[in-house]
């Protein structure tokens, strides 16, 4: 009885030391899968390059022949014109143009009453042509072979942000090119005040680009 009784006990440390054991190898196997959480996944990349690059919005203006706006017109009398030929071109491989706009100043220090004078002062007006424009024979007159449009009619020669919507148009179009003729007139009505007087205008034409887009 003595010794069964010694057995019993043997067989009952051995259990309980065994359930301590498994029940330690659990916490640590917990404690291992709850580690690859914060150390370690599965990971995956890829990579592109996307080129950028940015346009350009360029007007340009010579002269056409021999009579573009650097030749000076003098000794006007009431009734003359003047009429002198330029063409603009949309430079290159320039984006298109959003507008085309025309600022005339006086380029004198003071202007004289040619331009400050609204009404009886120089008025400017412009034609636009499919082709150049040419002197006719024998005179100073701008000719061309082409349709003719009109783009400004006798308006005062100073002012600010004219909109060219047709030399737009024409900029924009397959040639990016737009022949002008450019007069200007000293108007009948112009009195004595003006005998004498001199000044000079001043052209400047604004491109914008285009409205902006997806690309």
């Known amino acids: 009885m003595a010794s069964n009784t010694s057995f019993?006990?043997?067989?009952?440390?051995?259990?309980?030391?065994?359930?301590?054991?498994?029940?330690?190898?659990?916490?640590?196997?917990?404690?291992?899968?709850?580690?690859?959480?914060?150390?370690?996944?599965?990971?995956?990349?890829?990579?592109?390059?996307?080129?950028?690059?940015?346009?350009?919005?360029?007007?340009?203006?010579?002269?056409?022949?021999?009579?573009?706006?650097?030749?000076?017109?003098?000794?006007?009398?009431?009734?003359?014109?003047?009429?002198?030929?330029?063409?603009?071109?949309?430079?290159?491989?320039?984006?298109?143009?959003?507008?085309?706009?025309?600022?005339?100043?006086?380029?004198?220090?003071?202007?004289?009453?040619?331009?400050?004078?609204?009404?009886?002062?120089?008025?400017?007006?412009?034609?636009?042509?499919?082709?150049?424009w040419v002197k006719a024979a024998e005179s100073k007159k701008m000719t061309c072979a082409g349709e003719v449009t009109s783009i400004l009619s006798s308006v005062p020669a100073i002012a600010a942000n004219r909109d060219l919507a047709a030399v737009t148009k024409t900029l924009n179009g397959e040639s990016k090119v737009s022949n002008l003729r450019i007069t200007l007139a000293l108007p009948q009505s112009a009195g004595n005040d003006f005998q004498l007087k001199s000044d000079s205008v001043k052209f400047v034409f604004d491109a914008t680009q285009r409205a902006a887009e997806a690309r």
């Open 8 to 132: 019993s006990k043997t067989a009952s440390s051995r259990k309980s030391v065994t359930r301590v054991v498994a029940s330690v190898a659990l916490v640590a196997g917990a404690t291992a899968v709850a580690g690859l959480g914060t150390f370690g996944s599965f990971t995956s990349s890829t990579d592109a390059t996307e080129a950028v690059a940015a346009g350009e919005t360029r007007i340009e203006l010579a002269g056409q022949g021999t009579q573009g706006l650097d030749v000076a017109a003098v000794n006007l009398v009431p009734g003359d014109t003047v009429e002198r030929a330029v063409q603009l071109s949309r430079a290159g491989a320039t984006e298109g143009f959003g507008s085309v706009a025309l600022s005339t100043t006086s380029a004198a220090a003071v202007p004289s009453i040619l331009t400050s004078d609204a009404k009886d002062g120089l008025q400017l007006s412009i034609d636009q042509c499919a082709t150049a």
